[in-house]
């Protein structure tokens, strides 16, 4: 199944799909797309980057255009809301959604939310008024699935907010840890220390470190470490960037700096890591 929606005047794309059509797969190569996939019926075995997820019956993961995923066409009662920011932009959009930073962000591993039996009634109707709008070829098509999209997204931020340690947190606390995630995906090329960001937000250290701990359980600095090994894995399976060149791409002068904090992380220094995976 694969049910699209575009506007060549907008270039803006939105899609219905299981993933067990070769258009559908050809999704994954193409750039620029964040992907909603909810495993409806039986469990599934995703790769995403690096690492396999077992993706849980009822449970639903949020992938950026920066993850780079393989879903096997076999899936069984696999679903998935494929969009670009031509069609909906979450930072433009950020004040009535809030999920830009938190549901969506390039973290080692995407968000992943688990449906409780009312939620999958809720997931069910919403599936069922996208398919009913697919149905309607108007002028008024991109309006509405645009509305069911940002539907979907408030949605689905509640619940993840439900999850968390704790829920009731207030919103300017939410928010200071949104826009420290999102500054260190633009950032963390080049800032590597938690009081780059301090600095930038107009607090210390120590403040990030406890809202973090309260919240995630995550400190700042595993967040900004884990985005830089998650680059650095990406550029040494799928560019052909040397060691060197990715040294420098993600701000270490020195590649013996590099391949050493990337073996702390990783396991393996960056060649034995390119090797194996390169064997599988």
Known sequence: ??????????????????????????????????KIIWSKEAAVDLKID????????????????????????????LISFVFNKEFFCIQTHDDQ????GFLFFGSAQPQVIELCEKDQKQFSIMEELFLNDFSVKDQLQGEMLRSLLKRLLIISTRLLKEDLPHPSIPTNQ???????????????????????????????PKTLSNLFSKLI?????????????????????????????IS????????????????????????AFKKSKAAL
């Open 1 to 34: 199944m694969k049910l699209s929606y575009s506007s060549l005047k907008d270039e803006d794309n939105f899609i219905i799909t299981d993933f067990k059509c070769e258009p559908a797969q050809k999704l994954f190569q193409a750039k620029g797309f964040y």
């Open 50 to 77: 690096d690492y396999k997820l077992s993706l849980d019956q009822n449970q639903v993961v949020f992938c950026t255009p920066l993850n780079i995923i393989h879903v096997p066409m076999d899936n069984r009662g």
């Open 97 to 100: 959604v809030s999920c830009n």
């Open 174 to 204: 939410m928010d200071l840890v949104r826009e420290f995630n999102l500054l260190v995906e633009k950032h963390f090329r080049k800032l590597h220390k938690v009081k780059d960001y301090a600095d930038l937000l107009y607090k210390s």
């Open 217 to 245: 359980n995550k400190s700042p600095l595993n967040i900004i470490n884990e985005r830089i090994i998650l680059e650095a894995k990406r550029l040494l399976l799928y560019s052909d960037l040397t060691i060197e060149e």
């Open 248 to 271: 420098r791409d993600l701000g270490y002068k020195e590649s013996g700096h590099f391949s050493k904090f990337f073996k702390k992380h990783a396991g393996s220094n960056p060649n």
